[in-house]
């Protein structure tokens, strides 16, 4: 195949275009990585803290040892969307749509009922619960989104219709779950940088008051 001119041309274009991109997708996700280091550490106020690159500049994992209120341990993982990528950042927004925060908080409440919201539509391939078909199902809603909900007793469902209406944006949480067997609180949402200090404001006022008050240990 011969290379006109003109093809060459365009190759060049794409080139610079597509290395100017990745310094300036890089830059941007590692002061976003940074910034939200820095303030949920600052929030946490860990007395041990350990930290996992996942590879690139695709995030990180936080363990964190608080031994403080009614919180254990705190860990999240952050994945963002591949901003250094000019090829890849549009396919990436199409499959995995935005970017995600993961926290399993351990509380030194005893969980002794398991319950999960799930915001309907949301999974492409629903999660795995164990010990799914012993749990009751319904459809609730929660500030205009549907919620797939799989409980033990209804008035958990209750707590956690509330934690989800505590968020900045209640819609941003795609998936809450309390569960005996690994004694820990799931919170799976989209995170913005403008609001995440608010919401782990709030998740942790949740575990220290709420669940804390909660009748889990009764």
């Known amino acids: 195949m011969k290379v006109t001119p003109e093809m060459l041309l365009l190759i060049m274009v794409l080139g610079a275009v597509a290395a100017l991109q990745f310094y300036k997708g890089r830059r941007l996700n590692l002061s976003i990585m940074e ?25 990180f994992r936080a363990f964190y040892k608080v031994n403080e209120g009614n919180l254990d341990k705190f860990e999240y993982t952050l994945t963002l969307l591949p901003r250094q990528s000019i090829l890849y950042f549009p396919i990436s927004k199409i499959v995995n749509r935005h970017d995600k925060i993961y926290f399993v908080i351990k509380p030194y409440t005893t969980i002794r ?33 549907q919620y797939e909900v799989l409980f033990e007793k209804r008035r958990d469902v209750e707590l956690l219709r509330d934690f989800i209406q505590g968020f900045s944006k209640a819609e941003n949480v795609k998936h809450v779950s309390l569960t005996p067997k690994t004694n820990v609180l799931y919170v799976f949402m989209k995170p913005e940088v403008e609001t995440i200090e608010q919401d782990v404001r709030h998740i942790i006022r949740f575990v220290n008051e709420s669940l804390k008050e909660s009748p889990f240990e009764r």
């Open 35 to 59: 910034y939200y280091l820095r303030t949920i550490e600052s929030i946490v106020k860990p007395k041990d803290k350990e930290y996992v690159w996942i590879g690139g500049y695709v995030g």
């Open 113 to 145: 009922r398991e319950v999960h919201l799930i915001q309907r539509g949301y999974y492409r391939f629903k999660p795995k619960i164990e010990d799914e078909e012993l749990l009751q199902r319904e459809v609730i809603e929660v500030n205009g989104k």
